[in-house]
């Protein structure tokens, strides 16, 4: 590299940090774009982006053996026991005296994150560069136990029928997958108004969009059994962890999970009923409201005619004027964080955008790939 690059991710190409040889690289690509070797990431974009740049990836470490690399860097995440899963599959997959890279901003917290390991290994950590807010830190693995997951609890999501009959679904939730300790405010908003809300013409044919641990999905297959349910997500970790929720509740018959980015082609149309609560990406300070307004966009593909969607928020969020586009927006319920916007299309707003969402990609591959070339 003659100029160095200002990006944090970048730190991993500075000299001296990787060895000769293939890397696995969890939660980043440059280092094997530079070294060869395997990108993990669970992303549905990042993981088409580096297909597209014909690099070998997997949406997890799962399919690859134990001491498969001499070198792998994990990236720190914002989530504790995401990071920690990841370090612990680095140090499944490092061959014994295999360097594990740590790398992060500060902003981000890779300070603790690092002592924290350090206390676990037992080792003292090299610094091996350390610039532009960020670091990267070398471990050496060793005989010891290594890194340890963190357990992340089930949730309980409680609602009721129309006729008052109560529900209460229990989820298993993974790490880094939205609502990994407790059911979200904002998803108890939208399952408290549900019933109330559609009435006695129960829907057939429902999507959740952003579909995390599934609970929404799950909750609206529980309250009607004849309904067919489609569940969507981008992160592969929230796919596996729905499977295994609609496995688990034997919903298997009337429930599907795909792996699909807001930003991608709708998987299916004329659904009656779209159950949304939005990705929220937060960036430091900034806000980046792009997957949402996508996913709100899609919206016009995946419902039918008079279908409708149920949107919920924080109250603080702008996503009227975008979901005005799609049809006729009304608040339906609110609390003091969160409120619930309902969707209708109408003929209308149906012929004025037509079927598909614009900015979306064509797919035409294999939805459940996960790893590539
Ligand atoms: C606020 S969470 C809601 C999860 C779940 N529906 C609930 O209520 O607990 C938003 C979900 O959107 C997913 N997501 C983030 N970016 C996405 C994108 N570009 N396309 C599709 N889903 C995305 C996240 O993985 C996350 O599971």
């Keep these: 590299m003659s100029r160095r690059d200002r990006r944090p991710e970048a730190l991993v190409l500075d000299e001296g940090v990787l060895r000769e040889g293939p890397v696995c690289e969890i939660g980043g690509s440059l280092a094997v774009e530079a070294a060869g070797g395997l990108v993990v990431t669970p992303w549905r974009d990042r993981f088409r982006a580096a297909e597209i740049g014909e690099l070998e990836v997997a949406s997890s470490t799962e399919g690859v053996a134990d001491a498969t690399f001499s070198q792998v860097v994990v990236h720190l995440q914002k989530s504790r026991a ?11 997959i490092l061959a014994p005296g295999g360097q594990l890279l740590f790398t992060g901003t500060n902003s981000v917290g890779i300070t603790s994150a690092v002592k924290r390991l350090a206390g676990v290994l037992d080792q003292s950590p090299i610094v091996v560069t350390n610039r532009a807010r960020a670091r ?48 979200d405010t904002g998803s108890r908003l939208l399952l408290d108004a549900l019933p109330g809300f559609v009435g006695h013409k129960p ?24 309904a067919e349910c489609l569940l ?32 991608e082609k709708p998987l299916g149309d004329r659904f ?23 996913l ?51 003929a209308r707003s149906s012929s004025a955008r037509g079927r598909s969402a614009p900015g979306a990609r064509s797919g035409g591959r294999s939805r459940d790939a996960t790893r590539s070339r």
């Design 82 to 92: 995401a990071t920690a899963a990841d370090l612990a599959e680095a140090w499944r």
């Design 272 to 294: 009656d009923l779209a159950l949304v609560n939005p990705p929220f990406h937060q960036h430091g300070t900034e806000v980046d409201l792009g997957p949402a307004l996508a």
């Design 136 to 183: 990267v830190v070398r471990f050496k693995k060793d005989a010891g136990p290594g890194p340890q997951r963190e357990e992340t609890p089930r949730i309980e999501a409680p609602f009721e029928a129309l006729d008052g009959t109560p529900h209460t679904l229990v989820l298993e939730t993974r790490p880094g997958v939205f609502s990994a300790k407790k059911l």
């Design 296 to 346: 709100f966009r899609s919206l016009a593909t995946w419902l039918g005619r008079n279908g409708r969607a149920l949107v919920v928020a924080n109250r603080t969020l702008p996503y009227e004027q975008a979901l005005a586009e799609e049809g006729q927006v009304e608040t339906v319920a609110s609390t003091r964080g969160y409120k619930l916007l309902s969707l209708k299309r109408s």
């Design 232 to 263: 969507a997500d981008a992160d592969a970790r929230a796919v596996a962890c729905a499977r295994a929720n609609v496995a688990a509740l034997g919903l298997g018959e009337r429930c599907r999970v795909e792996w699909w980015d807001a930003r």
């Design 203 to 226: 829907p057939k044919r429902i999507v959740d969009l952003g579909c995390g641990t599934g609970v929404l999905g799950l909750a609206a297959a529980t309250l009607y059994p004849e």
